[in-house]
């Protein structure tokens, strides 16, 4: 009931987040029930995350504690402003440079990028994390209470820690850039889908969230731009919780009738804790199970205040009610009557503190009200990055909700790989195995970290990988040839790379020396019977052709050189010589993606080029059943044909894509 409810959450102490001295390089504490949700079966696990700068370049061992992440999002709904959050707690970002437009997003590191402020290139980074666990029963009844950790760096306890590694990969948002989407989610389990509180769900989260369906990739959900709802539009507390349960309400009836009926369920749950909402902006977040976890002594009912706190009443009054009043009290709403508006900004917010229990004993002191901070919006940012760290909130999201590699591979083994399952590949990817056959499926080349050649990106399936590796190159186009791996690197912030010396199952990677051997992706494998990964489906493809050629015609081979790497390196841009005409034809998925190639031209070679008029191929298709029959006579009115068209079904279509894509026609023909 409501007096129950207020009694639970008002009638308790609230629990003191401690933090380390700041030369520790600790943040705050988190505690949360790990993988436990409508998806995962496994053992709950209540863990304690401390992170700082610390060990970018470590490899962790062990799939059970790896999580792959895909950022997805429609154009500019805030994908990159999140992910310097998740950079924040690994403490590769400023903490005061956070979802700041000049100082943040800095996994946008091209100069196209900067300047036109929107992601173009997936970026991928690795970032670890130090767990502390303790296990839950089915009834939310810790086992053995939670101990307060020390420094990351401390012996202490270490048998009751667990390492946690995130490899984050920050996608493009335009439909121009869509197939780096394709690229990552073909590498990763989970997708942290961003959607815009104001706008919902847009055009092109539907396109990426259905690939990421289509690939057996779990997705969890961001409502984003809350603050928008709160400052610009003044939303009343109950209209701010009907338009985020409106975005959880549109995604999940897509992910309904787009998920794979033999996968587990997909879909997002704000009780369950998959659904996180704040600002990216502004730096907060919140879920449920964040609020719980303030909560002192109420793990005996936690599965019932679970389930209250996710009602709408009780969710406006104790959660969107508190943080509205939050805003108010830095200023950036007017102050009403009924409230101490004679008080100065520290006093308001501290007051407002005291009377909320999930407040983590949270005050501020005399100096947070500086003159660095007098702008109500940047003192409201200092405010809700101290009470509800976007970061403690996502990274919390994901280690409960994100399946491991361990996990996602028993589900996506039978999607990913083309060969038969039940090989000694399959079963090597279906378990993860770091000791079975090496499997390692290569989504795109990089081109900006490496001086010897392209970079190959990607995920290692099966096995372990070690540089001096000779291994099968399969491409894809059917072809067979050798490849001896030169280095292997994970991924730091800005495109460095850190050179480790073995890579397990379920690991990301950027691999030297097998650029020749593939053609923008393949599959590397040291079994002499395996198959490949089955190819990506791209739902763009390079349909704007320009012509082009350079100013200084003495500088024609070296166009055609350098924008052949360019182009080896874009999944989805293509460039070739046209036998007929003899010219030069550069390919992209629109006109921002050739503006975006010709821009990387002239930065990397300093070549200016004319460029013709784009020529648009045109396809055709048949999208429904035609309702009337058409009738066709030969000549002397003897022999009649009559036909009637419809789309091909999906098993046709899969197999025109995949498996037969590079069969001769006759077998084709003959196999359909």
Not at 600 to 615: A, F, H, M, R, T
């Amino acid at each position: 009931t409501n007096v129950r409810l207020n009694t639970l959450l008002f009638g308790l102490e609230t629990l003191l987040l401690t933090k380390n001295q700041l030369n520790r390089n600790v943040t705050h504490l988190i505690n949360y029930k790990h993988l436990q949700s409508l998806r995962h079966t496994s053992p709950c696990v209540h863990c304690t995350y401390f992170a700082g700068k610390r060990n970018v370049g470590t490899r962790i061992s062990g799939a059970r504690n790896i999580r792959n992440l895909a950022v997805i999002a429609h154009v500019d709904h805030g994908k990159t402003t999140l992910s310097d959050a998740l950079l924040l707690k690994a403490g590769l970002l400023n903490k005061n440079n956070s979802g700041d437009q000049n100082c943040g997003r800095k996994m946008d590191s091209l100069k196209d990028e900067i300047d036109r402020g929107i992601t173009i290139k997936s970026a991928s980074v690795t970032l670890n994390y130090l767990v502390k666990k303790a296990l839950f029963d089915e009834k939310d009844r810790p086992i053995h209470p939670i101990k307060v950790a020390g420094d990351v760096g401390s012996q202490e306890d270490s048998d009751e820690h667990l390492p946690l590694q995130v490899n984050l990969i920050d996608s493009p948002g335009h439909i121009d850039f869509n197939a780096e989407v394709t690229a990552a989610l073909r590498v990763t389990d989970g997708a942290l889908v961003v959607v815009d509180a104001i706008e919902g769900k847009a055009v092109q989260t539907e396109e990426v969230l259905i690939q990421a369906l289509k690939e057996g990739v779990t997705p969890v959900l961001m409502i984003n731009k809350v603050d928008r709802l709160i400052i610009e539009k003044q939303l009343s507390p109950d209209e701010v919780f009907d338009r985020m349960q409106c975005v959880i309400d549109d995604v999940n009836d897509f992910i309904a009738t787009h998920q794979m009926k033999n996968l587990p369920d997909q879909r997002v749950s704000l009780l369950q804790g998959s659904v996180c909402f704040g600002s990216g902006y502004f730096g907060w977040a919140c879920s449920i199970d964040g609020i719980l976890d303030r909560l002192h002594n109420v793990a005996k009912e936690r599965a019932q205040l679970r389930k209250s706190l996710a009602k709408r009443d009780h969710f406006i009054k104790n959660v969107i009610i508190p943080i509205v009043r939050m805003h108010r009290a830095c200023g950036v709403l007017p102050v009403v009557k009924k409230e101490k508006s004679e008080l100065d900004r520290v006093s308001r917010v501290n007051e407002l503190l005291s009377r909320i229990p999930w407040s983590s004993n949270l005050r501020l002191s005399r100096k947070d009200n500086d003159s660095s901070h007098t702008e109500p919006r940047k003192f409201l940012k200092k405010v809700m990055m101290e009470w509800l760290p976007a970061a403690d909130a996502l990274v919390d999201m994901v280690a409960v909700h994100v399946p491991s590699p361990e996990q996602a591979q028993k589900w996506r083994a039978p999607i990913v790989y083309s060969g038969d399952i039940e090989d000694e590949c399959g079963q090597g990817i279906s378990n993860c195995d770091a000791q079975g056959p090496t499997v390692v499926y290569i989504s795109k080349m990089s081109s900006g970290a490496s001086q010897k050649g392209l970079l190959a990106f990607g995920r290692v399936f099966s096995g372990t990988i070690r540089p001096g590796d000779k291994l099968r190159a399969l491409r894809n186009d059917g072809k067979e040839t050798k490849a001896k791996i030169s280095g292997i690197n994970i991924c730091g912030i800005g495109g460095k790379m850190h050179a480790i010396e073995l890579a397990e199952a379920g690991q990301l990677i950027a691999l030297e020396g097998i650029d020749k051997a593939l053609d923008k992706s393949g599959t590397l494998t040291s079994s002499s019977k395996g198959k490949a990964i089955s190819h990506m489906r791209f739902s763009v493809t390079p349909i704007v052709q320009h012509s082009l050629w350079p100013k200084d015609k003495t500088k024609l081979q070296k166009m055609a050189s350098e924008l052949q790497k360019i182009t080896s390196a874009d999944p989805s841009a293509l460039f070739y010589r046209n036998k007929e005409t003899q010219e030069y034809i550069l390919a992209g998925a629109g006109e921002l993606h050739i503006e975006v190639l010709l821009s990387s031209l002239l930065q990397n070679s300093g070549i200016d080029v004319e460029v013709s008029k784009p020529v648009i191929a045109y396809r055709e298709t048949v999208q429904y059943a035609s309702r009337d029959v058409a009738l066709a006579k030969s000549e002397n009115k003897h022999n009649r044909l009559w036909i009637r068209a419809s789309p091909l079904n999906d098993i046709i279509v899969d197999a025109m894509c995949g498996e037969l894509a590079n069969t001769r026609l006759k077998v084709l023909a003959e196999t359909l």
